[in-house]
C-alpha cells in the first residue's frame, strides 16, 4: 500500500495573518483618533482664522490667513470693534464681548467646591457602606443604588421648583447645591476599593484603640489615595463641562459660568452673522483645563478604573 507525499504549509501564512490582522486593528485605531480629533481640529483650525474668512473659506482644512486675533479678543486684549475700525473684521460679523477671565473664575469656583463637596461626602458614605454594620446596610445601599437608573434630566424640574421656593435661584449656592452632596456613581466606585482593603488592617487599629473616625482618617484614606484623585477629576471634569443646570440658575453674569457664557456669546449677533471664529477661540481656550488634567493624570484615572482592590 502505497502513502502519498504529505502536501507541504506554507509555514508563512499565519504571520500574515498575523501581520494582516493587526493592521486591520491598527487601521481601524486610526481610523477611530481621526474621527475623535478631527472636531478639535476644527475648533483650532477655526480660531486660527481670520473671522471675515470663515464664511468665505468653509472647505480649506488649514487656517486661512492665520492669526491670533480671535484669542486676543476673547482674552480681552483687544477689542473687537476697534478691529472693525481698522478694516480687519468685516462690520458684518459681530464683534461681541467675551469677559473669559471672570467666566473662568466661575467655572474653576464651580467645578472646585462641587469636586471637594462629592469627594468628601461620598467617601464617608462609601466606607459607611462598606466598613460599618448597621441594619438593613445592604438594602439601603441597593435603593440608593437605583438611582443610577434615573435619567438626571428628570430630576431638573423638581430641584428647580425647589431652589426657587427656598429663594436660591440666581444664586451660586442655587447652581452648587444639587452636585454637592454624594452621587450613586461616586459611592459605588469608591465602595469596591474600602471592600478590598485588608481587614487586618482595620483589625489593628481597632486593638490600638483608634476610633472609627480615626480609623477611616488615618488608615483607610492613604490606602485608597489613587481612587480618591481619580474620582475627584472624574467630578471635576463632569461639573466643569455642566451646561444646563447653571444656565436655568446662574444665568446672571457675576456667576456665569463658561459654558453658558460661550452659549450666549454665541446668540449675541447685533451686527449679523456669529462670531464663529471669536466662539471657537473662547472653547478652545475652555478645554484647556481639561486637556491639562488628562495630560498629568490620564494615566492614573484609567489604573484606577481598571484596578478593582488590593492586595
Sequence with gaps: MTTLPATPTNKFSPMLSNLLGNGLVWLGLILIVVLIMFPFWWVIRTALTQPDLVYTNTSDFFPVQTTLLNFE???????????????????????????????????????????????????????????????????IFFVYLTGLMVPAIVLFIPNFVFIRQIGLNGT?????????LMTPFTVFFMRQ????????????????????????????????????????????????????????????????????????????????????AGLMAGTAVAMIPTIVIFIFFGRKVVDSIQFSGFK
Design 73 to 139: 479678543r476673547v482674552l480681552g486684549i483687544i477689542d473687537g470693534t476697534d478691529l472693525v475700525g481698522m478694516g480687519i473684521v468685516n462690520p458684518n460679523i459681530s464683534t461681541a464681548k467675551l469677559n473669559l477671565w471672570l467666566f473662568m473664575r466661575n467655572s474653576f469656583m464651580f467645578s472646585g467646591v462641587i469636586m471637594l463637596g462629592q469627594t468628601l461626602f461620598s467617601t464617608m458614605a462609601a466606607y459607611a457602606f462598606a466598613r460599618l454594620n448597621f441594619p438593613f446596610r445592604d438594602q
Design 193 to 276: 476599593f474600602f471592600l478590598s482593603l485588608n481587614k487586618d488592617l482595620i483589625e489593628a487599629a481597632t486593638l490600638d484603640g483608634a476610633t472609627r473616625l480615626g480609623i477611616f482618617w488615618r488608615v483607610a484614606l492613604p490606602l485608597v489615595q489613587g481612587p480618591i484623585l481619580t474620582i475627584a477629576i472624574l467630578i471635576f471634569i463632569q461639573s466643569w463641562n455642566e451646561y444646563l443646570w447653571p444656565f436655568l440658575v446662574g444665568r446672571d453674569e457675576s456667576i456665569r459660568v463658561l459654558t453658558v457664557a460661550l452659549a450666549i456669546f454665541r446668540d449675541q449677533t447685533p451686527q449679523g452673522a456669529p462670531d464663529w
Design 172 to 180: 451660586f449656592l442655587g447652581m452648587v447645591a444639587p452636585f454637592f
